[in-house]
């Protein structure tokens, strides 16, 4: 009798632990860290202007930064959330008929930092395809000058980023747990104040900023 209660546990037990790896996905859960690279563009919204040299009003350039973030497997899906913070060399010459402004200067894109979370699902035991949301605070630097007056401002933006991605589980054998990434991600800004030497800085107005950027990551798993 004790036999067959063995052997029933046993068969039992091969067809729960199957189900139950597939439940933790352990391929992506648990802590992570990346580094990032890629591309940035940061451009006036719809509702907005502006007068750049040409007619071309996008701030572009190299992106690259750094993010942490934490996988929780649900089922059949995986949950996190996450982290980054990045800069950008990103900068443009403005010819701007804003007073202010003094006509002529140099907008340029500074830090970016971001927190959010994102929800996925395992396309293969080792590829996540995923979508992101979340909060995003960035930076510019304005320098206008006018041939003898210079004038520095600081604009900081607040807004929301979406986005979508695919993650690939390399398990190499000397990086068991590292990864590769490429994400699509836009941001909104909505909101921004300015920081004026000598003037502090000014309370929040409107804006409608645009950012887009293509993102590739190496990271690894803990």
């Known amino acids: 009798?004790?036999?067959?209660?063995?052997?029933?546990?046993?068969?039992?037990?091969?067809?729960?632990?199957?189900?139950?790896a597939q439940e933790t996905n352990p391929v992506f859960t648990g802590p992570r860290i990346a580094v990032?690279?890629?591309?940035?563009?940061?451009?006036?919204?719809s509702s907005a202007d502006s007068e750049l040299d040409g007619d071309d009003q996008t701030v572009d350039g190299f992106l690259y930064g750094g993010e942490i973030g934490y996988d929780f497997s649900a089922g059949g899906a995986v949950i996190g959330i996450e982290g980054e913070i990045s800069d950008s060399t990103g900068r443009v010459n403005v010819a701007s008929t804003d007073p202010d402004f003094f006509g002529f200067g140099r907008v340029s894109t500074a830090r970016d930092l971001y927190v959010?979370?994102?929800?996925?699902?395992?396309a293969s035991p080792r590829t996540l395809i995923y979508a992101k949301g979340g909060y995003t605070n960035a930076k510019l630097n304005?320098?206008?000058?006018?041939?003898?007056t210079r004038q520095d401002a600081n604009?900081?933006?607040?807004?929301?980023?979406?986005?979508?991605?695919?993650?690939?589980?390399?398990?190499?054998f000397f990086l068991p747990n590292a990864f590769v990434k490429l994400e699509y991600r836009y941001s909104n800004y909505g909101d921004a104040r300015a920081r004026l030497p000598g003037f502090g800085t000014t309370e929040s107005f409107d804006i409608d900023t645009d950012r887009h950027q293509v993102v590739a990551g190496v990271g690894i798993r803990f």
């Open 36 to 45: 990032l690279g890629g591309y940035d563009a940061i451009k006036p919204g």
């Open 116 to 122: 959010g979370a994102r929800a996925g699902f395992l």
């Open 1 to 20: 009798m004790r036999n067959y209660v063995l052997a029933a546990f046993l068969a039992s037990a091969c067809f729960v632990a199957p189900a139950a």
């Open 155 to 172: 604009f900081k933006l607040d807004g929301y980023r979406v986005g979508a991605g695919v993650e690939h589980a390399m398990g190499s």
């Open 142 to 148: 304005v320098v206008a000058v006018d041939g003898a």
